[in-house]
Structure formats: C-alpha cells, structure tokens
C-alpha cells in the first residue's frame, strides 16, 4: 500500500474543511483535504452568513463572488403569517440592520447565500490554492494516533484504491455523525431530538405570490405549520415540515416522501439522491408533498415540482473536547447548533479561522503544541453560548431575530492573549446587547474605513492586518522598527503596518483613538492573524521586550 506524508490532514470538504484548506494554502501550510462525497451538496441549507464569515471570505478573495450568489439585501427580512397569503403578515428586519444608524462596524456585512450555491465557490478556490491535494470521493478509512502523527488509511471509493497518509495533525471537519470524533474517542455532550423536520426542496412561481412582503424566511404562525426559506424568491424554495419530536413520525412521513430521504443523525444531511419520478408510486409521492407545499402557502393551485427531500433533527450538542492528542475538531464535528439564528456554518467558519494560522505557526516551528490549546480555550466556550442562544430561539419561534453581528463580538481569554489589568471585567464570550469595538486584548481588531492611496484592496483597518503576525500603529514611526526587527531576528515573521499611512485623509483625532483605545501616539497592537488582538501596550524601552511578549503568545519554546 502506497504512503505519502503531509503536514495537515483534513477530513471532510463541507464549508468548514473548503475554508480550513484555504487559510491553511494562504499560511502556506502543505496538506490533504479528503471528502467522501464526490461532489459538493445539492441541498440549500445552511443559509445564513454572517458578517465575521463574510470578513473572511474577504481575506481569501470570496466575498464579492459570495455576495453575487446571494439574496439582495433588501430582501434579508423576516416574515410572519398564517400562510404566504395572510393579509395581516409581519415584516421584520434583522437585529441590527446595515446603515441602521450609529458607527458602521464591518466593511463585509452578512448575507442569504443558499448552501448549494456558496459550497462550489469554496472547492475551486481550495483547489487553485491546494490543487489536487482536495481530493472529493475520497474517505477516510481508519487511522492511528501515535502521539507523534496520524497514521492514516484512505480510499479513492471510484477505483477503490487505498493509501496510508502520514500526517503532523488531524482535523475533523467531517459533520455531526464525525468519524474522527469517533475514532479519537471524544463524546459528544447534550441534548438529541429538539425537534424533526421533512425538508422539501421545490420550484414554483412564488415570486409573484410574495412580491409585497418579499422576505428571506417565512415563518407560519398557526394554524400554518412550518415555513418556507427563500433560495432565489422565484421560483426556488425549501418548505420545513415539522415532524414532532417522535422518531415514529418522521419515518412515516419520509416513507411517504419517497427514496430521496435520509434521517440526519445529528443536523441536516444531504439526502444524497433526489426523488425521481420516473414511477407510479413516485407520482404519488410527489403530489403528496405537492399538497403539503400548496396548503402551507395558501395557494390551492400553485404549480409544485418536487426536486428532492430529506429529514432532519434538531440537536444542541457540544465535544467534551476540541483536541486529542494528534487530533482536532472543527465545525458540527465539534459542535451541532440548532438552525435557529443561522450561527451553525458560521461557527464552524470561525473554528477555521482560529485553527489555521496556529497550526501554521507550530508547524513551521514558531510556536510550541501548547498553542493549539489555546483552540479549545478559545472556541469551546464560543460555541457553547452559540448553542445556549439558539436552543433559546428554537423555544421562541415567534419572536427571535437573526443577529448578523453577533460573531463579531467574540472576546477570547487564553494563553494566547496577553491581557490588561483593565481587560478583566469582559462578561462572557459573545457580547449578545451588540457590538461595541474597542481594542481590547482578545477582541477582534474594530473596522475604521479608510480611503486607500494606491492599493485599492485596503480600504479597512481590517485589511491591514494577516496573513501573519501584524505590529499595527497610528503612525508610521521609526522608532517601532527596532522592536519588530527583533521579533524576526527571533525567527518570527512579523509585519509592521500603520494605520494613517494607508489613508489619503488627514488623520482624525477620534478615530486613532477610537482605534487604539489609549490616549498615548506611541500605542500599538499586536494583532493575529485571524484579526484578534494579542497584545496592546505602549512602545516598551528594550526592544527584546517585544520578542519575549510574542514568544508567550505563540507558546514558543
């Protein structure tokens, strides 16, 4: 049996392990992404992205394209009725609505961007990065943690070839049913069974029904059960049939939904093959959940073509842990949120993001394995109030709303952040009353527009920072450079950037200050790669003060 080795080895090719094999091509890191499936989802699912994935699809030159594939703007709205009819519907807007008024907090608000349309942008950038090392219909088989690697045995299922794959680490990212969690032994804690749903993927001409309330989400009061999410507000639909909490039901109904489904163990599963109906008893089928569509709308007659279906359950669970030894996990492999308030994907998202550029810098030899610790410390307790919110709008249908910045607001506390005295006082992870920037060690570097001289692609503090360590100033001052040269004569590299240097517009007082957070010029961040601050201080007197402070950081030995 042939072997080959690679630095990383990810196992699963859904938007979490697309986006970790592209900031992992971005840090330069050599690696391997297998996916069973030999093509991307064909299901609309997971939906909503969130401003902070946004940002990111922003640093790997996605978000225009994202932004092209998805819902306009105007349309992300929330709609209430009995059925897409009812005279006296409700209309909501998100929480916290673009240009709604106050500082503008991101330069990549979030969107309504289908999972079958987002999912083949993300293969192709990973393959024009990664090439043929993302390898879809290709599965993992079994592997072995010596605590040195991962031996690791996969199959190519078209040929059914078999290699063993040498890897430094594993990651998960392989769904909530994650045959690494499994093999690495890591249970997974909480709740099953919140609910069951029939999800029915459809065309029909309901553009012209909802022109006057056109929405993203349709949820029906009662007596309507269910809702409808809008893929394009024309004519194609997913309608979500609740099935109840008792397993019985939901094999019934899916019998009755034809071959195309599948009971997802944990979240929604792709179906894998689409209702054909090519046969009597399929015929049948279909008008079945044509009359299930055409009763939920309130439109007796509505044209309804079936496409495909499947059945899901609702869960709200969390890994009793995000690191075994070799192994790590990521996205629903790590945590299963309930799809009420669109947080599931772009938690996963953010895993990526905070994993890539750590395990890039242990793997090039700049920081200790204990930094991969910091993952754990830093994400489990993210994920854990994602779960806590969801599982509440789950229980409050009626009133909820989708918090598009809720991501933003992520504040870690872990070894790889070297807080203030003043930094302590921080409730919690999430901030859930809204974003407030501030340059706080932990928080995520705060968006101040700027308006470019010369480079076209900056036009955000945001994009000053990455794709490794940032030194970030007001000012371009001289006198910093000796403390970034000693960071690299360590065999760090580090970037030293200033803020009014990238901006044509005379410096505004407020806004360095609102920027830095201090009242002295000579402040500056220390800012990771994934956009969260490290460290904020003043210049110190003796330039290795500074190598000493991103050797603590990074865990370096």
Request: charged content about 20%; glycine content about 12%; overall charge neutral.
């Amino acid at each position: 049996m042939a072997e080959s080795h690679t630095s990383v080895l990810v196992v699963g090719g859904g938007p979490v392990g697309l986006v970790l094999s592209c900031l992992l091509s971005g840090q330069g890191v050599d690696h391997v992404l297998v996916e069973s499936r030999p093509a991307v989802s064909r299901h609309p699912r997971a939906r909503g992205v969130s401003a902070r994935s946004m940002e990111i699809f922003r640093r790997l030159g996605l978000e225009n394209a994202v932004r092209a594939a998805g819902l306009p703007a105007e349309q992300v709205s929330f709609y209430r009725g009995r059925d897409l009819v009812d005279p006296d519907y409700v209309r909501t807007g998100p929480a916290r609505e673009p240009g709604g008024g106050g500082p503008e907090h991101t330069p990549s608000p979030g969107l309504i961007c289908s999972q079958d349309v987002l999912e083949p942008l993300l293969p192709r950038r990973a393959r024009e990065l990664a090439g043929p090392r993302v390898r879809f219909g290709t599965r993992l088989l079994s592997f072995l943690d010596d605590g040195l690697g991962v031996q690791a045995v996969v199959e190519e299922r078209a040929p059914g070839r078999r290699y063993r794959l040498r890897a430094d680490w594993l990651v998960g990212c392989d769904g909530a049913s994650s045959t690494v969690r499994a093999g690495a032994g890591i249970a997974m804690e909480g709740p099953t069974g919140l609910g069951r749903y029939l999800s029915i993927r459809f065309e029909a001409p309901l553009g012209q029904v909802v022109a006057d309330r056109v929405s993203a989400s349709y949820f029906l009061t009662v007596p309507g059960r269910g809702g409808f999410m809008a893929v394009d507000n024309d004519r194609h639909w997913i309608y979500q049939y609740p099935l109840g909490a008792d397993p019985e039901t939901a094999a019934d109904v899916g019998t009755a939904a034809g071959p195309g489904t599948a009971v997802g163990p944990g979240a929604a599963v792709d179906a894998g093959t689409a209702v054909d109906a090519g046969t009597a008893a399929d015929v049948a089928d279909h008008r079945f959940l044509a009359g299930l569509v055409r009763t939920a709308a309130g439109v007796p007659d509505l044209d309804v073509t079936v496409r495909d279906t499947m059945t899901w359950r609702m869960d709200a669970q969390l890994a009793g842990s995000y690191r075994r030894s070799r192994v790590l996990l990521a996205g629903d492999a790590a945590h299963v949120v309930p799809p009420t308030g669109g947080h599931g994907m772009n938690t996963g998202i953010g895993d990526a993001d905070n994993l890539a550029w750590k395990l890039a810098a242990v793997t090039a030899g700049h920081a200790g394995d204990a930094l991969l610790d910091t993952y754990e410390a830093e994400r489990r307790p993210l994920a854990r109030q994602v779960i806590d919110i969801s599982t509440a709008n789950a229980a409050n249908r009626t009133g909820y709303r989708i918090d598009d910045e809720l991501l933003l607001t992520a504040a870690y506390r872990s070894a790889a952040v070297v807080p203030g005295p003043q930094d302590a006082d921080r409730p919690g992870v999430l901030d859930p009353d809204g974003c407030r920037p501030g340059c706080r060690p932990g928080e995520r570097v705060p968006h101040v527009r700027l308006t470019t001289a010369g480079a076209s692609d900056v036009t955000s503090t945001l994009d000053l920072t990455g794709p490794g360590l940032t030194l970030l100033t007001a000012d371009d001052d001289p006198r910093w450079q000796p403390h970034a040269e000693a960071v690299r004569r360590a065999g760090i590299p580090l970037a030293l950037r200033a803020v009014r240097t990238a901006s044509r517009r005379e410096a505004e007082p407020w806004q360095w200050a609102y920027l830095l957070d201090a009242e002295h010029a000579d402040t500056a961040l220390l800012v990771r790669p994934d956009g969260h601050i490290a460290w904020r201080g003043v210049r110190p007197a003796d330039p290795a003060t500074l190598p000493a402070l991103v050797r603590r950081v990074l865990a370096a030995p």
